[in-house]
């Protein structure tokens, strides 16, 4: 018998969220029949292509932006059923939906209205915002599978883990760079082929993060770069889901990298969400937030359907590129490639592998994919959306109709004073007609969005510090500050200009630019009264079932039997 009181909450989580979330991948009598339609543990993978690796980022949190975490456990799904190995599938994302309280269905996400739960399987850590008192739980396993169980959640990239930093790094598949998360990098070689999937909102230039700062196109490409230089792989191929996505790559992504990108949106156009409500189809009745974006959908849906052995990158842009223009209506976006296109000749077996089921698909060359229809909701406005329907289906004069009313103001409030402070710092540098101009030029395309990104840096840190944080709708005024660095100004130029248009800092949470806690990253206490981190948890969770291990044979525990006080 074994007492551990310090970290019993954590070790008795871990084993109830791997039995209600994983039961397939332990032992054989923990799957239910449901959980038998497609074994994900099979190898599909033919080694004559070198090692398939992926990384897999959703940059935004909050259960507004449920879409992002939405998409990326689905393309999770798809990798898996395509029979990539978890240990080549490296995975960002805040995980701070599934479990949210917003959520009708608790431990559940869905990518689309009829859709299955993408969520279950996908590597991650969850910290439980609760403790427990006087429980004493007894469970009956071997250390072997107790360690598999662990292993299990102990992946990965969650929280405040998910940053430029540490996706930078996974990239390069530098460990030593890493910080938190499960340490698991892009260990890749010469021969092997890498696939990243990025959604999440987006500005000129940048790309979000759920942490602070933003990742900036000029610390993408030269990182890229730097895995070429290694030899890291064959060929790499990039989806990028974002506002403005194409700006991440236009006029300085050079050929001759071996890389392949599409962006959901050219240099200067949001990108959209949809099955948001009001949609057709609209999310089941009980959600009020958008489940997907466009063009994340459209080459998942398209992944799913179609028999990647026999399909081409060039194939599956061109159906996407079709859908995600939703007509060529005002409702939808410009689908772009960069780097070198002759990569879109291979198969997209080479970077997803292909579900055998859909072995005997063949392709045809038609876009079989239901057309968008409707009118999808621009990526920056999904938040008022989430605000608003919860406004509309609370009952009169009820806390929650009033939590929303003020939340919707507050980021209404947000977007106004950023968009005033913006113009009136570009008048005051400029004056009063030259200002609007300056700040709304296009540079042509083919052309990089700034000429000295270090001076783009370093001026979006003096407006904020001045003006508070971009957040996800400032970023649409990231292309104005590179045209304030285009035009010469300087720093102490752009400080004077900032403090006189925001005298104060507006007392919004969406000015701040400290991020509150939540769920996954709150601070736990230990018996000592000394604050533990999630991290600091969760290694000594491992700790002890390392000693554990060391100390007792590899057979049945009868029972472990962990005491909580």
């Not at 892009?186 to 979000?208: L, T, W």
Request: with cysteine; aromatic share 10%; hydrophobic share 35%.
């Amino acid at each position: 018998m074994l007492r551990y009181a310090t970290v019993a909450p954590v070790i008795l989580f871990l084993l109830t969220v791997v039995f209600a979330d994983n039961r397939r991948i332990v032992d054989d009598f923990l799957r239910l029949p449901s959980d038998r339609t497609i074994d994900l543990n099979v190898d599909h993978e033919d080694d004559s292509v070198g090692t398939r690796w992926a990384v897999l980022i959703a940059g935004s949190k909050g259960f507004y932006n449920y879409r992002h975490q939405a998409d990326v456990c689905h393309a999770y799904q798809v990798l898996r059923k395509g029979g990539l190995k978890d240990e080549n599938i490296i995975v960002f994302m805040y995980d701070d939906v599934a479990y949210h309280e917003d959520n009708p269905r608790p431990g559940v996400i869905i990518n689309s209205p009829h859709g299955y739960n993408v969520y279950a399987g996908v590597p991650k850590v969850v910290i439980p915002d609760y403790s427990f008192h006087n429980l004493t739980v007894e469970c009956y396993m071997s250390i072997d599978s107790f360690f598999l169980l662990l292993n299990t959640l102990m992946q990965d990239y969650t929280g405040e883990d998910v940053n430029v930093k540490n996706f930078l790094a996974v990239l390069l598949g530098d460990k030593n760079a890493v910080t938190g998360g499960s340490g698991k990098v892009v260990n890749s070689g010469p021969n092997d082929h890498i696939f990243i999937f990025y959604s999440d909102h987006g500005g000129a230039g940048v790309i979000g993060m759920p942490t602070y700062p933003f990742l900036y196109a000029d610390e993408l490409v030269d990182t890229l770069k730097k895995k070429h230089a290694s030899r890291g792989y064959k060929s790499l191929v990039f989806y990028l889901e974002a506002c403005e996505a194409g700006s991440m790559f236009e006029g300085i992504l050079p050929e001759g990298l071996d890389i392949y990108a599409t962006t959901a949106s050219n240099a200067i156009e949001s990108s959209w969400g949809t099955y948001c409500p009001g949609d057709f189809p609209s999310p089941p009745p009980e959600y009020d937030t958008c489940l997907g974006d466009m063009y994340s959908v459209a080459w998942m849906e398209d992944s799913e359907r179609h028999n990647l052995r026999a399909e081409t990158l060039r194939h599956q842009y061109e159906l996407v590129k079709s859908r995600t223009s939703n007509g060529d209506s005002y409702y939808g976006s410009h689908v772009m490639q960069f780097g070198d296109t002759k990569i879109s000749k291979d198969m997209l077996f080479l970077y997803m592998g292909s579900n055998p089921a859909n072995d005997n698909y063949t392709y045809v060359d038609v876009n079989s994919l239901r057309p968008m229809t409707g009118k999808a909701v621009n990526q920056r406005d999904a938040d008022l959306v989430h605000f608003w329907e919860k406004f509309r289906k609370a009952p009169e004069g009820s806390t929650t109709k009033l939590e929303a009313q003020k939340r919707f103001m507050e980021a209404m409030s947000h977007r106004v004073h950023l968009d005033h402070s913006m113009k009136l710092i570009g008048k005051l540098l400029f004056g009063m007609e030259k200002g609007p101009q300056v700040l709304q030029t296009v540079r042509p395309a083919g052309q990089p969005l700034v000429d000295d990104w270090k001076c783009l840096r370093t001026l979006v840190r003096t407006f904020e510090t001045h003006c508070g944080s971009l957040n996800q709708y400032g970023m649409k005024h990231m292309r104005s500050i590179a045209n304030i660095c285009n035009a010469g100004i300087t720093t102490e130029q752009m400080t004077e200009a900032s403090s006189q248009a925001c005298p104060t800092i507006p007392s919004s949470p969406w000015s701040s630019l400290h991020r509150a806690p939540t769920a996954a990253a709150r601070v736990a206490e230990k018996d000592d009264g000394v604050s533990a981190s999630a991290g600091d948890l969760a290694a000594m969770t491992i700790t002890l079932m390392t000693a554990i291990a060391a100390s007792t044979p590899k057979a049945t525990i009868n029972p472990i039997k962990f005491n909580i006080q």
